[in-house]
């Protein structure tokens, strides 16, 4: 099943390095270092932003898993990373990316 069809679940794990490579490859446009996955966002223009964020804090309280976000005038950069996992990633922060990189093209698109 892929990534952005799942749920997060309770509890995740710290990923393995050799695991947060290879998942990775299914959320493009993401980076992984120091246990944080992040990704900078382009919007056409304010407006579209700020829809973009709302749209993201949906699949974080959906997911009851939140994500530190900065927030410019056509920018969005999303930051996962799992404090309960001691600040690693586990795969509920890729889970979460997946569901973020799906709803992108509909921002951009509008």
Not at 51 to 80: I, K, M, S, Y
Not at 84 to 105: H, M, Q, R, W
Request: charged share 20%; proline share 5%; glycine share 4%.
């Amino acid at each position: 099943m892929k990534l952005e069809h799942r749920d997060c679940i309770r509890n995740a794990r710290a990923l393995d390095p050799w695991v947060i490579d290879a998942l990775l490859n299914d959320v493009p446009g993401w980076t992984a270092i120091d246990g944080i996955l992040s990704r900078e966002f382009r919007l056409p223009d304010y407006r579209a932003t700020i829809a973009f964020v709302n749209a993201v804090a949906l699949v974080a309280e959906t997911q009851d898993h939140h994500p530190e976000l900065t927030v410019g005038h056509a920018t969005c950069r999303v930051t996962w990373s799992t404090h309960s996992a001691g600040g690693a990633l586990t795969e509920n922060d890729f889970i979460c990316a997946a569901k973020v990189n799906a709803l992108y093209p509909e921002m951009t698109s509008a």
